[in-house]
């Protein structure tokens, strides 16, 4: 069974770019969801997608967007890089029609904005 | 909304003394309670979880008992090693009776750094 897995491991970027970070579900979920991780922090829910829609998005701005492909992989777009969107984004999958909602998390992506 | 407290950190301990790491949440509906653990530089493991109230989690030693009537899920371990240095958190999924718009959001506490020496 093939874990998730994240893409890239590091990111710099400067302010006022614009990014996109890359997640592959683990085998058999149909659903992903991106949490964004501040540096001594615990996740704060960014977006879900399921079924290549957003099925649900927690308190971010429309800067930060997402897709969701066929085989359930899924990106997350940043436009307009600030400096306070440097973090570890991390990336959940499961398998949504389980009542106890088991996500698993990828490594993450760490994103630098100087 | 939904939130969960985590006890400060950090903790510090000997090895083979006993940890608990104190959680309690604020949550409508029936959430299902999870402890995540977090390795440096890794992403979050899956440590245990519980779906309903009274039920155990247990994994590697851990345990936690969902207590709805005191709305806690402390993290338990009888003997700890160096190897469970790591940051521990607790959190919620909003369960299928969240409205009916339930998705299984995780919410998280700010995190318990543990460091257990030899």
């Known amino acids: 069974e093939t874990g998730v897995t994240q893409s890239p491991t590091h990111l710099i970027k400067t302010r006022g770019q614009q990014v996109t970070l890359r997640c592959s579900s683990q085998?058999?979920?149909?659903?992903v969801s991106w949490y964004q991780q501040a540096l001594g922090q615990g996740p704060q829910f960014i977006f879900q997608y399921y079924r290549e829609e957003e099925n649900g998005r927690g308190n971010f701005p429309p800067r930060f967007s997402g897709l969701q492909f066929p085989n359930y992989s899924s990106e997350l777009n940043v436009n307009a890089l600030e400096l306070d969107d440097s973090a570890l984004y991390l990336c959940a999958s499961s398998n949504t029609g389980r009542s106890s909602y088991e996500q698993y998390f990828g490594p993450g992506t760490r994103l630098t904005v100087t | 909304g939904d939130s969960v407290t985590q006890m400060e950190g950090p903790v510090t301990l000997s090895e083979e003394a006993f940890l608990t790491i104190n959680c309690t949440y604020t949550?409508?509906?029936?959430?299902?309670l999870f402890w995540y653990v977090q390795y440096p530089g890794e992403g979050l493991q899956l440590l245990l979880k519980a779906t309903k109230a009274d039920d155990k989690g247990s994994n590697k030693g851990f345990e936690a008992t969902y207590r709805k009537e005191t709305t806690s899920f402390h993290l338990e371990k009888g003997s700890v090693q160096v190897s469970d240095s790591a940051v521990y958190f607790c959190a919620l999924s909003d369960g299928p009776n969240a409205g009916g718009t339930s998705y299984g959001k995780l919410t998280f506490g700010q995190g318990t750094i543990l460091t257990v020496h030899p």
């Open positions: 085998s058999g979920h149909n659903t």
């Open positions: 949550a409508t509906g029936y959430p299902s």
